[in-house]
């Protein structure tokens, strides 16, 4: 599966971006999907997941202002983002494993390249 994430960009807070993940394989709804950031020195990390069936998971720190949906027919994921901080600043990995539902880097078999968000203050 090639992944390719777009979206991001430079805003400030409180603002929003909505990031989009393509997927080329056919078989999208056998993937659940997510979306990890890392900003540089730190670890990546979790933010949401979607399931294959279609429920979603959220990292605490973005409950509430994020959003992650899916649509099957255009095999791309997206990923809302409201009331976006500073801290949220990043680069966005969407990332796919078949039909998983855990949301560990190391349990994520596809990446894609990453998109860059910057949040300024």
């Known amino acids: 599966v090639q992944l390719q994430a777009s979206g991001g960009g430079l805003v400030q807070a409180g603002g929003s971006l909505r990031l989009s993940c393509a997927a080329s394989?056919?078989?999208?709804?056998?993937?659940?999907m997510g979306w990890f950031r890392q900003d540089s020195g730190q670890e990546r990390e979790f933010v949401a997941g979607i399931r294959w069936s279609g429920g979603s998971t959220y990292a605490d720190a973005v409950k509430g202002r994020f959003t992650i949906s899916r649509d099957d027919a255009k095999s791309t994921v997206y990923l809302q983002m409201n009331s976006l901080k500073p801290e949220d600043t990043g680069v966005y990995y969407c990332?796919?494993?078949?039909?998983?539902?855990?949301?560990?880097?190391?349990?994520?078999?596809?990446w894609g390249k990453g998109t860059l968000v910057t949040v300024s203050s």
């Open positions: 990332a796919a494993q078949m039909y998983g539902d855990r949301w560990s880097s190391g349990s994520m078999r596809y």
């Open positions: 394989r056919r078989a999208f709804n056998s993937y659940s």
